[in-house]
């Protein structure tokens, strides 16, 4: 569903620019401003989350966390033992 909404720019250079680039883009100025609401909500949301990282982190680093590369490795040696452990399953069958 279209909802319309009528947009009023108090500033002139602003208005053009965007005029501008929508006729660069060879797409509508609204579809910009929607484009840069959409990005704005989420940049909102993303910094509402940023206090319980930033406490999953703190926790993380309180118990002893380990760093990435770390776990990765020890994720493909349990791969790598799992399949060999398949493998010699399906030769003894």
């Given at each position: 569903?279209?909802?319309?909404?009528?947009?009023v720019?108090?500033?002139?250079?602003?208005?053009?620019?965007?005029k501008?680039?929508?006729?660069?883009?060879?797409?509508a100025a609204?579809?910009?401003?929607?484009?840069?609401?959409?990005e704005?909500?989420e940049?909102?949301?993303d910094s509402?989350?940023?206090?319980a990282?930033?406490?999953?982190?703190?926790?993380w680093?309180?118990?002893g966390?380990?760093?990435w590369p770390?776990?990765e490795?020890?994720l493909e040696k349990?791969?790598?033992?799992?399949?060999?452990?398949?493998k010699?399953?399906s030769?003894?069958?």
């Open positions: 569903m279209k909802r319309r909404m009528t947009v720019f108090h500033d002139e250079e602003l208005y053009t620019n965007l501008v680039e929508a006729a660069r883009r060879h797409t609204s579809d910009i401003v929607a484009d840069a609401v959409r704005w909500l940049s909102r949301e509402e989350l940023l206090p990282i930033e406490t999953a982190r703190a926790e680093r309180e118990k966390g380990r760093p770390e776990v490795r020890r349990a791969i790598s033992r799992r399949e060999r452990a398949t010699a399953k030769v003894q069958a």
